[in-house]
């Protein structure tokens, strides 16, 4: 298992020239963690050998644009099942370190009918080509998303329960992003199933909940 996160950690490059990086990751630390970042209190505990925490309501409309700049709307995503997270390209670590284990999951599944998705949480300054290069170049099944302002990003987070704070930055223009960093699992019909917060996600952790997820979709979390 831990040679397995080593290497997905591994999969996703710098962001960019100009901001440090982790050694032992690659992974970018140019931003700071804002203090007093927002928990979120999730509705469902972890139900028998789930990994991640099972909820069940309807998805939130999600209807944005990707880096090509097409319209991509959950809605037309219905039969597949979506992994959504919200980040930015100057995260310290944690929106790497998903998205890099996010990467090697799908890369073990090659599901065709899986999609993951990243809301950019800083369209100001996480641009189209960035983007693509950093997320949608990885995989077909790869898209990011461009909300049209922060504003419009921090709304759409908080329809999902995860809540984005946006601080003054250190040199008077650039805002640092404080967010739950919370992994969103949504299956076919359009429900929200899973949540993983950021100390759950694992590429273990996921395929052991895909492959239970074959099998369960329909009576997970029963009413």
Same mark, same amino acid.
């Given at each position: 298992m831990e040679a397995r996160q080593q290497a997905a950690e591994r999969t996703f490059p710098a962001c960019g020239a100009g901001r440090r990086v982790l050694v032992t990751g690659g992974l970018c630390a140019a931003a700071v963690l804002l +203090?007093? /970042?927002i928990n979120l209190a999730l509705a469902g505990p972890t139900v028998g050998a789930w990994h991640g925490l099972v909820l069940k309501r309807p998805s939130p409309a999600v209807a944005l644009h990707d880096t090509n700049g097409l319209p991509v709307a959950l809605e037309d995503l219905r039969g597949?099942?979506?992994f959504l997270m919200f980040g930015y390209l100057r995260c310290p670590e944690r929106c790497h370190t998903q998205a890099a284990t996010l990467h090697a999951f799908a890369t073990a599944v090659e599901? +065709? &009918? /899986?999609r993951f998705l990243f809301v950019a949480l800083d369209p100001d300054h996480d641009n189209a080509a960035? $983007? %693509? %290069?950093?997320?949608d170049a990885r995989d077909p099944r790869f898209r990011a $998303? $461009? +909300?049209p302002s922060r504003s419009a990003a921090a709304a759409l987070a908080e329809q999902f329960r995860s809540p984005v704070h946006y601080g003054p930055g250190d040199d008077g223009r650039v805002q640092p992003v404080a967010h739950a960093g919370h992994v969103f699992v949504i299956d076919p019909g359009g429900v929200v199933r899973l949540v993983y917060p950021a100390g759950? $996600?694992?590429v273990d952790a996921l395929l052991a &909940?895909?492959?239970r997820a074959q099998t369960a979709w329909n009576t997970l979390l029963e009413t």
């Open positions: +203090p007093g /970042v597949q099942t979506i599901a +065709p &009918d /899986v960035e $983007l %693509a %290069a950093y997320f $998303l $461009l +909300p759950r $996600l694992s &909940d895909w492959q």
